[in-house]
């Protein structure tokens, strides 16, 4: 899963994902975890993001934390 986000001022304006799913169930929870992040996302802080689980899709939000790890490593 691809994730690209948008900043203002340390503050999430909108965010991307772009999926790579591996098999059918890999591609319903990143379809579902897609639809729901932007939700909890933007409009907040990125030194305050760490998403649980969205949409029912557990293990999706783990590999967004860590792409998130490394966008604010970038942006510093």
Request: proline fraction near 3%; hydrophobic fraction near 40%; charged fraction near 15%.
């Amino acid at each position: 899963m691809g994730v690209e986000l948008t900043l203002a001022s340390g503050t999430v304006t909108a965010v991307n994902i772009t999926q790579h799913p591996s098999n059918p169930n890999t591609r319903k929870f990143q379809g579902e975890f897609a639809g729901g992040i932007a939700a909890q996302v933007v409009g907040k802080s990125i030194d305050e993001l760490n998403v649980s689980k969205v949409a029912g899709s557990s293990l999706t939000s783990g590999g967004f934390n860590q792409a998130l790890d490394k966008i604010k490593a970038e942006a510093q």
